[in-house]
């Protein structure tokens, strides 16, 4: 079975992956993030069935893997079995060949990728994968935009966080609403933390597996101890469910920033059941050009301020990947573009 965890990431989405890597039967690793990363540059490989370009797409993809800022314990990439398992030459068989073999090293029958930017890849991924399950997790945006603002990662301005928040919900939706409940399950951030039990309960019906109680002590984990380790971002991992972890954004938001968040994503708000605070339907600010400029100003400086106090061990771990990506980059085409590739 293959699981796709999708959605925005600071919905909680590392807490409900370790608590699926405590079921003997599935493995959810912390994601490289290879469609994220490499479906962009696909086409620079060119024909993908010469032999040489595909070798250095396989290549490529072991190497964002092996260079992870939490490692795959126990999981050794050897190039030539990738490529023998991939029934294409296309980074979407890579993709499955990686990741069945990171489940064959944990002794599971089935694996869960966590890139939450899968979203944006469901066409491909319905067109490669014989009926995957999909496990749509989703948090108050507000609440999303506060856990950005705080972390290295992603925008800081609530304008673009709401803009971003509100596409990947929709996106969501609309393929909820055409997959269907046998293979799409929706869970929010706020009943994984106020009813855990539960909501496992649900899901692991959903993924026809008996629950497992070891998944609540989730924390506790050799897993959960190596992400935060690698990181400030995934510190809160190896705590028990924090019940409390809600409407944080009532008392680190100010009522500017909620307001400019319910104008550009209220209609989502409503659709996922949260309460707007101050912005009624029907009465969101319509941002002017010099607005959305004054936005964009202070969103980058937010982002260099943010880059400025975070660990610089935690950007080394980070830069590794990013590095890899420019190599790719200043490669350059290899020979004429062939759309083969991204399939």
Same mark, same amino acid.
């Given at each position: =079975?293959?699981?796709?965890?999708?959605?925005?990431?600071? &919905?909680? &989405?590392?807490?409900?992956?370790?608590?699926?890597?405590?079921?003997?039967?599935?493995?959810?690793?912390?994601?490289?993030?290879?469609?994220?990363?490499?479906?962009?540059?696909?086409?620079?490989?060119? +024909?993908?069935?010469?032999? $040489?370009?595909?070798?250095?797409?396989?290549?490529?993809?072991?190497?964002?893997?092996?260079?992870?800022?939490?490692?795959?314990?126990?999981?050794?990439?050897?190039?030539?079995?990738?490529?023998?398992?991939?029934?294409?030459?296309?980074?979407?068989?890579?993709? $499955?060949?990686?990741? !069945?073999?990171?489940?064959?090293?944990?002794?599971?029958?089935?694996?869960?990728?966590?890139? =939450? &930017?899968?979203?944006?890849?469901?066409?491909?991924? $319905?067109?490669?994968?014989?009926?995957?399950?999909?496990?749509?997790?989703?948090?108050?945006?507000?609440?999303?935009?506060?856990?950005?603002?705080?972390?290295?990662?992603? @925008?800081?301005?609530?304008?673009?966080?709401?803009?971003?928040?509100?596409?990947?919900?929709?996106?969501?939706?609309?393929?909820?609403?055409?997959?269907? #409940?046998?293979?799409? *399950?929706?869970?929010?951030?706020? %009943?994984?933390? &106020?009813?855990? @039990?539960? %909501? =496992?309960?649900?899901?692991?019906? *959903?993924?026809?597996?008996?629950?497992?109680?070891? =998944?609540?002590?989730?924390?506790?984990?050799?897993?959960?101890?190596?992400?935060?380790?690698?990181?400030?971002?995934?510190?809160?991992?190896?705590?028990?469910?924090?019940?409390?972890?809600?409407?944080? *954004?009532?008392?680190?938001? %100010?009522?500017?920033?909620?307001?400019?968040?319910?104008?550009?994503?209220?209609?989502?708000?409503?659709?996922?059941?949260?309460?707007?605070?101050?912005? #009624?339907?029907?009465?969101?600010?319509? *941002?002017?050009? @010099?607005?959305?400029?004054?936005?964009?100003?202070?969103?980058?400086?937010?982002? @260099?301020?943010?880059?400025?106090?975070? +660990?610089?061990?935690?950007?080394?771990?980070?830069?590794?990947? /990013?590095?890899?990506?420019?190599?790719?980059?200043?490669?350059?085409?290899? /020979? #004429?573009? !062939?759309?083969?590739?991204?399939?």
């Amino acid at each position: =079975m293959n699981i796709f965890m999708i959605g925005t990431q600071r &919905s909680g &989405s590392n807490l409900l992956r370790l608590m699926l890597n405590e079921l003997p039967r599935i493995a959810a690793p912390h994601p490289p993030h290879i469609l994220q990363r490499v479906m962009p540059l696909a086409p620079n490989y060119g +024909d993908l069935d010469k032999s $040489e370009n595909f070798s250095q797409l396989v290549e490529d993809v072991c190497r964002l893997v092996e260079l992870n800022p939490v490692s795959w314990e126990g999981v050794t990439l050897k190039r030539r079995d990738v490529r023998m398992r991939c029934r294409r030459h296309t980074l979407m068989a890579v993709y $499955e060949a990686v990741y !069945d073999t990171m489940a064959e090293a944990w002794n599971a029958g089935s694996w869960c990728c966590k890139s =939450m &930017s899968n979203i944006q890849y469901l066409p491909q991924i $319905e067109a490669h994968f014989h009926s995957p399950r999909y496990i749509y997790l989703y948090r108050d945006g507000r609440d999303v935009a506060v856990s950005f603002r705080k972390a290295v990662v992603g @925008e800081k301005h609530f304008y673009h966080i709401a803009r971003e928040w509100a596409a990947t919900q929709q996106l969501a939706l609309a393929m909820r609403e055409r997959i269907g #409940p046998d293979r799409f *399950f929706s869970i929010s951030y706020e %009943s994984l933390t &106020s009813a855990p @039990e539960p %909501s =496992m309960r649900r899901l692991c019906k *959903f993924l026809g597996i008996r629950f497992n109680p070891s =998944m609540l002590e989730f924390y506790k984990s050799d897993e959960a101890q190596r992400a935060a380790e690698s990181s400030g971002l995934w510190g809160n991992v190896v705590k028990p469910i924090m019940t409390d972890n809600t409407r944080k *954004f009532l008392r680190d938001a %100010s009522e500017n920033d909620i307001r400019i968040f319910e104008s550009v994503a209220g209609d989502l708000l409503d659709a996922l059941n949260y309460e707007r605070m101050y912005v #009624p339907r029907g009465g969101e600010t319509i *941002f002017r050009e @010099e607005d959305i400029q004054r936005f964009d100003t202070e969103n980058l400086r937010l982002k @260099e301020q943010m880059l400025d106090r975070t +660990d610089a061990a935690d950007l080394k771990r980070r830069d590794r990947q /990013a590095i890899l990506i420019q190599e790719i980059r200043a490669r350059g085409q290899m /020979a #004429p573009p !062939d759309m083969r590739a991204i399939a």
